[in-house]
Structures are given as structure tokens and as C-alpha cells.
């Protein structure tokens, strides 16, 4: 079964810190996602990796960048938090993308809070 | 970029099929629709996919009308443990370009 990660379920920073968030799976998976999820607003993609060193942006990547320097890691950074970034983080992953769509499988969340 | 809706809510009782609608308009011919449910504290867990026609596995059917402008997720008698938000997602990832585009979520509430 693929197991989806991420180091911390509740964070809590300050405004200005610069924060990093971990995510780890354990399939091999090609492709990792970084997404926020927003009450009233779903899930919103800010990242995505489809190979070691490969990143795309997603939707709202403003304030955010991406490591992945390993396969199975994918890291999320906030260069210097504010508190419109409190929110709850999902990372996911998924095989590369043949001639459909793969499912993503998702880490449980980190639920971040910026004071 | 594809947008999605769906209902905000949705109540039912056990035993019941429930059909959960996803609208999606501006579909683009290479865009999959995907469904996944969420619990409390947990991260979204596929469900179904599918492209057009119907699809069904052990858990749900997922109906696709000929134009794709919308999706109907459908789950047969549920029970108490259906209690959880779905979301539809659409869209097409393929490297160097991806759209992804999740809908608001539909909070299905079970009661017995």
C-alpha cells in the first residue's frame, strides 16, 4: 500500500520564519504535489515535481518554492511566512502519467499556523 | 482551465444510493474526471476515474454524459461510514504542462 508521509500534522511558526515542510513516499512514485486546502476553497495545486530536480508551478505558487532532490522527497518552502499562508498542506504523489490520468495518493495533511 | 461545481451539501440516510453531481462546463477533450473522498484529519483517497461513458468498480459508479460537461458520482446504499467530503477533480497532468483543477467539495452527511 502507498504511504504518503509528511513530517509534521501541526505546525506553528511566526511571520518572517522561513518554513519547510517534508513530505516522503514510499512507491517510487515519479510525480509528487504539494497542494492547500482552504475551507470554501478545495484543494488548490501549488507545485507539482514529475522527476528529481523537475518542478512546475502550479495555480498559486506565489510565496512558495520546491525542493526534490531525491525521488522520494518533496519539499515545500515558504521563503518568509505571513499569515494569509495558515492553512492546511497536502502533499500527494502518483506514477507518471501514461495515457490517463494516474490517482494521486495523499499524506494525511500539515496543518500550518502563522502567528 | 476547467471549472468545477458542486453541491456544498448533501444528506442522507443509510441504505440509500446517493448521487453526487459535478459540473464542468469548459472540459477539454484530453481532461480525465477523478472523484475522491475525504475524512476528518485524513488527505483525499481515490475512488473512480473515467473519461466518458460510465465506469464502475467496488465502491461507486461514475456516469459521464456524451458532452463531459459533467459527472455524476454514484454510491450505492451507503452507510454511516460514507460520512466524508468528495471532491471531483478534472483536468489532464502531462510533463511540462498540467492542469488540475479540484472542485469545493460535497459534504455528504449519513444518518442512520
Known amino acids: 500500500d502507498v504511504k504518503v508521509t509528511q513530517s509534521s500534522r501541526y505546525l506553528v511558526k511566526r511571520t518572517g520564519e522561513k518554513v519547510f515542510l517534508e513530505c516522503v513516499q514510499d512507491m517510487d512514485h515519479e510525480n509528487m504535489f504539494w497542494y492547500r486546502q482552504d475551507p470554501g476553497l478545495g484543494l488548490r495545486l501549488i507545485y507539482f515535481s514529475y522527476d528529481v530536480k523537475m518542478k512546475e508551478k502550479g495555480d498559486i505558487p506565489e510565496g512558495y518554492s520546491v525542493s526534490r532532490e531525491k525521488k522520494e522527497r518533496f519539499s515545500l518552502i515558504l521563503e518568509s511566512a505571513s499569515t494569509n499562508q495558515t492553512s492546511m498542506y497536502l502533499c500527494?504523489?502518483?506514477?507518471?502519467?501514461?495515457?490517463?490520468?494516474?490517482?494521486?495518493?495523499f499524506g494525511d495533511g500539515t496543518r500550518l499556523s502563522i502567528l | 482551465l476547467a471549472k468545477t461545481t458542486q453541491p456544498i451539501s448533501m444528506d442522507s440516510y443509510e441504505g440509500q444510493e446517493v448521487n453526487i453531481t459535478c459540473s464542468h462546463n469548459?472540459?477539454?477533450?484530453?481532461?480525465?474526471i477523478t472523484w475522491y473522498q475525504q475524512f476528518p484529519s485524513q488527505g483525499p483517497r481515490f475512488i473512480i476515474q473515467g473519461y466518458k461513458t460510465k465506469v464502475t468498480n467496488e465502491v461507486a459508479s461514475l456516469f459521464i454524459p456524451a458532452d463531459r460537461k459533467s459527472s455524476t458520482l454514484s454510491l450505492p446504499r451507503v452507510s454511516l461510514s460514507d460520512t466524508a467530503v468528495y471532491y471531483c477533480l478534472v483536468g489532464v497532468l502531462n510533463t511540462g504542462f498540467q492542469k488540475l483543477v479540484f472542485g469545493t467539495g460535497t459534504r455528504l452527511l449519513v444518518s442512520p
Open positions: 500527494a504523489s502518483s506514477p507518471p502519467t501514461g495515457s490517463s490520468n494516474q490517482p494521486q495518493h
Open positions: 469548459n472540459i477539454a477533450t484530453n481532461d480525465y
